[in-house]
């Protein structure tokens, strides 16, 4: 990634295609575009310095999440700009807690949440999640919420690995199975359509420094995105589908 991306937090495709990949890091208020294997980044800048932790593309709308809950979002056509100032802001739509998961699904306008540290999920073994319909103006309403179990994954991983904080999820196209990735774990969760975990994996500190971000493309290949370090760059790696 270029060094102004080595805190990179979120990725997200256009209709899952990987021509271009879109991300943010989570102390700027600005949306990136790039080609993938490049640093020929272009910049819009959507909103003023704040705690950005994912972003997502979806039915011609950019989106990003902050930790707070809060959702920007506004066209996608607005990329070709070096700043926008056409952005809806939708508040108020989850409970307070922190969040750093956000998935969006092209085919039906909804959006999901998942709650990386909220109250309600305080002395559970629960992952709470929301989801929301996207409005034609790109503003949002709740239109429901979801549970992930998550007590079995020690067990699954084979790793004693504490309390699971969500960083980031999505769907692989393919299979309609969802992948979960928890930074703070070192873990990549996999669950069927209605979030039951069916299995969990690793993920090494030698390659994933700080896994934040994970998307597929329409093939179903895998992509996840590290923020970097002092002797490490963030980048994004790639995991090509093979059939089971």
């Known amino acids: 990634m270029p060094d102004i991306l080595q805190e990179i937090s979120g990725i997200a495709f256009d209709k899952g295609k990987n021509d271009f ?4 890091q989570d102390e700027d208020g600005s949306l990136f575009k790039l080609p993938l294997g490049t640093k020929d980044e272009t910049v819009t800048k959507f909103a003023k310095k704040g705690d950005y932790e994912d972003v997502a593309i979806i039915q011609g709308w950019a989106v990003l999440l902050k930790s707070n809950g809060e959702l920007y979002s506004f066209q996608l056509s607005e990329t070709k700009n070096t700043e926008t100032t056409n952005v809806k802001v939708s508040e108020n739509l989850v409970p307070k807690g922190e969040y750093e998961g956000m998935y969006a699904d092209e085919a039906t306008g909804k959006v999901y949440l998942l709650c990386k540290s909220c109250k309600v999920d305080k002395d559970t073994k629960n992952s709470s999640g929301y989801i929301l319909d996207l409005q034609k103006d790109g503003s949002f309403k709740a239109a429901g919420n979801f549970t992930i179990d998550v007590s079995s994954v020690d067990k699954m991983s084979g790793k004693k690995k504490g309390s699971f904080h969500p960083s980031a999820l999505a769907i692989n196209p393919l299979t309609k199975e969802w992948y979960i990735v928890s930074s703070v774990n070192k873990a990549l969760v996999v669950t069927d359509a209605n979030f039951k975990i069916k299995s969990v994996y690793h993920l090494s500190s030698n390659e994933f420094n700080q896994p934040e971000g994970i998307a597929f493309d329409s093939s179903g290949n895998l992509y996840i ?14 995991f090509n589908y093979k059939k089971p």
């Open 21 to 24: 990949v879109y991300a943010q």
């Open 225 to 238: 995105s590290n923020e970097g370090s002092e002797t490490t760059g963030g980048n994004i790696l790639r």
